[in-house]
């Protein structure tokens, strides 16, 4: 089993989110504030060798009907500049996984889940990208618990 790594990616923000070493449970880890895509990439790498990490799950912004919009694109974009700087940090190509999964509705749903918790809008600000990331993290680990017992 392999560790992966979850992303939640915002205009302002990204979750980030760590599965456990089995690959089976995603915690959320922290929310990254961007401040250039060179400083964000270096430190997402720097994460990802630091928590020796095999996979990365990034959340895809379809649009409801499943078609692929202007964020998809970017979101395809940030990832292939995310290989780039992992290869770059290496000297050579470093390959990892890199899995887009359907994150819509993801916050609409963590949202929920901390209303119904009765989380304070200010502490629900803070949380929400995290726990976004680990929402989309976990429905993928999910996915693959439950199509290995097929």
């Known amino acids: 089993m392999m560790r992966y790594l979850g992303l939640d990616l915002g205009t302002k923000t990204i979750g980030v989110a760590l599965s456990d070493e089995t690959g089976s449970m995603a915690m959320p880890l922290y929310t990254l504030r961007r401040t250039g895509i060179s400083r964000d990439m270096a430190e997402l790498a720097a994460l990802m060798e630091e928590r020796e990490v095999g996979g990365v799950v990034i959340g895809l912004p379809v649009n409801m009907d499943g078609s692929k919009g202007e964020r998809a694109a970017q979101t395809e974009l940030f990832a292939q500049k995310l290989g780039q700087a992992l290869s770059q940090r290496h000297g050579r190509m470093k390959t990892l996984p890199v899995v887009f999964w359907d994150e819509r509705l993801s916050t609409v ?23 976004a990331a680990a929402y989309i993290l976990q429905g993928y680990l999910d996915s693959r618990k439950n199509s290995s017992k097929d």
């Open 109 to 131: 749903a963590v949202t929920r889940v901390m209303l119904s918790g009765d989380v304070s809008r200010a502490k629900r600000k803070q949380a929400v990208d995290k726990m």
